[in-house]
């Protein structure tokens, strides 16, 4: 937990703020303290992505298919739309380490307003838009199994969007208490909905019958129902703790319909904060679109080969967010106690701590390749077949290796920047970095040069190389630590 801070401290009490800073713990010691729960939360998020995947190609091919669909929108709607409650973090952190606790309670009775509302919102249109969607992202008609695909990925979004006030709602009470110092309850709640979430999808994907209890077999829309029920609990015991006495960022009030001057502003000063990482989540998605179009013009075994790449590096990237949340709330947390070369150090030794955890993990997955590749290899396929896919994959493993350093490097800074309120300067990272270097790279190097999927990944490596430098050159100047949220 946080070192005890004096609720009714505010801005005057600078020498306080220092005073607390010599007595509590080492920055070094406040990061790692705060980054074993994050990591391991982070890696959780996966967990579910992969439960539903494994349980839905036991049930058939046309259900796992599904997912290419319907995960893949609701995860980007997601993402984009929930860039909206980046600025928890960085006021509630600043809150808390200048003591003005009453100011991060305002906060985050409106972070969790304002993730209701959004998710709400998403959630409607979501689902009035899920045939559009279904039928513009579907296998193209005519084609094997096309109109079964289509049906399972629509009968999923239909289950999944009514959720999604829940998902912002889970999310947004763990932003809060991660900018709090607590990234401990987060990973515990989290525990708790992923077991809900696999019992769920063993109910209702595959059906199961107690005495006089039926509960059909659902399939794609019953690993919908199981992950939104989760997500419901998630929410549920989120909500429960931050209404707690004891937490030091207590939400009350949720329901009240009644005007509050305060809480308009902080909803003003949420939005203002957060509007350039929608903006950045819209050009990495926008990106990310581009590239992969040109894996596709690569060919189905480069996709394969690319597709079994991603899942092994997700492991690093979800590593590399979990530093980066501690970053954000040493960063922001130091900030608020007039502790700017504390905030620095924490940033840069969180940076220096992620590079080296991925240069490890990477080098772990090149080590167990010729036994996690083969995973990735389709019942069936050929030893001709199933030999070209892993080559071609391993014909890139160095570069996935090379370029992990580079990875955590930015990711932990881009958390850094955000967590002082510096949204802005991670957008014009994305927009050098993920648009025109990795885009035009992977067109150069895989397409134009021939170099096929080892290409794609250089310029993937080029687009971290090049942002972790412009991330570090914005953070070495420093102005983030003058910033008035």
């Known amino acids: 937990m946080l070192p005890p801070v004096n609720a009714g401290a505010g801005r005057g009490h600078g020498a306080q703020g220092v005073e607390a ?3 509590g713990p080492s920055v070094i010691a406040e990061v790692l303290r705060l980054t074993g729960p994050a990591v391991l939360t982070s890696l959780l998020q996966t967990v579910v992505f992969l439960v539903d995947r494994i349980m839905l190609g036991r049930h058939s091919e046309v259900s796992l298919a599904s997912m290419q669909i319907s995960g893949s ?9 929930f860039a909206a409650l980046v600025g928890t973090v960085a006021l509630i952190a600043r809150r808390v380490g200048a003591g003005e606790l009453e100011q991060a309670r305002v906060v985050a009775r409106t972070a ?25 992202l579907g296998p193209p008609a005519g084609s094997l199994d096309a109109a079964q695909i289509e049906g399972a990925a629509l009968a999923y979004m239909r289950w999944a969007f009514p959720g999604f006030p829940f998902v912002f709602i889970g999310a947004a009470g763990a932003m809060i208490l991660n900018g709090s110092g607590d990234t401990r309850t987060p990973f515990r709640v989290g525990l708790a909905a992923n077991l809900v979430n696999l019992i769920g999808d063993f109910v209702f994907i595959f059906g199961v019958e107690l005495g006089p209890l039926h509960i059909p077999e659902l ?9 939104g029920i989760s997500y419901v609990v998630q929410a549920g015991l989120i909500l429960v703790i ?3 006495p004891s937490c030091p960022v207590r939400v009350a009030g949720l329901l009240s319909l009644r005007s509050d001057p305060e809480e308009t502003a902080a909803r003003r000063r949420l939005i203002r904060l957060s509007a350039p990482a929608v903006v950045e989540r819209l050009i990495i998605h926008a990106g990310y679109l581009g590239f992969a179009a040109l894996v596709s013009s690569l060919g189905a075994v480069a996709m394969a080969a690319n597709q079994a790449l991603l899942t ?50 990477g080098l772990g997955i090149w080590a167990t390749a010729p036994w996690t590749l083969p995973v990735f290899v389709a019942p069936g396929e050929s030893a001709a077949g199933a030999e070209l896919l892993i080559s071609t994959a391993m014909s890139a493993m160095p570069v996935l290796v090379l370029a992990q350093p ?31 270097v990795r885009v035009l790279g992977a067109w150069t190097l895989g397409v134009v040069l021939g170099m096929g999927l080892r290409g794609i990944w250089l310029a993937t490596f080029c687009d971290w190389f090049v942002r972790m430098l412009i991330l570090a050159r914005i953070f070495a100047r420093g102005r983030w630590r003058s910033l008035e949220l």
Not at 73 to 81: A, E, G, L, T
Not at 112 to 134: C, D, E, K, M, Q
């Open 21 to 23: 800073n010599a007595a």
């Open 73 to 81: 929108v609701c995860w980007s709607v997601f993402s984009v739309f």
């Open 112 to 136: 969790v307003r304002l993730a209701a509302g959004i998710g709400a919102a998403v959630g409607v249109v979501g689902w009035i838009a899920a045939p559009l969607i279904s039928a513009a």
């Open 219 to 227: 399939g794609a829309a019953g690993a919908a129902l199981a992950t």
């Open 242 to 244: 931050l209404q707690r």
């Open 312 to 361: 092994l590096e997700s492991i690093c990237f979800l590593g590399a967010d979990g530093f980066g949340v501690a970053a954000a709330t040493v960063v922001g947390q130091r900030l608020g106690r007039e502790d700017p070369r504390g905030s620095t150090q924490g940033g840069a030794v969180a940076a220096v701590a992620c590079a080296l955890a991925l240069t490890l993990a």
């Open 406 to 436: 580079a990875m955590g490097s930015t990711a932990v800074l881009g958390h850094s920047l955000r967590g002082a309120g510096d949204t802005r300067s991670p957008v014009i990272a994305a927009l050098v970095g993920g648009v025109a």
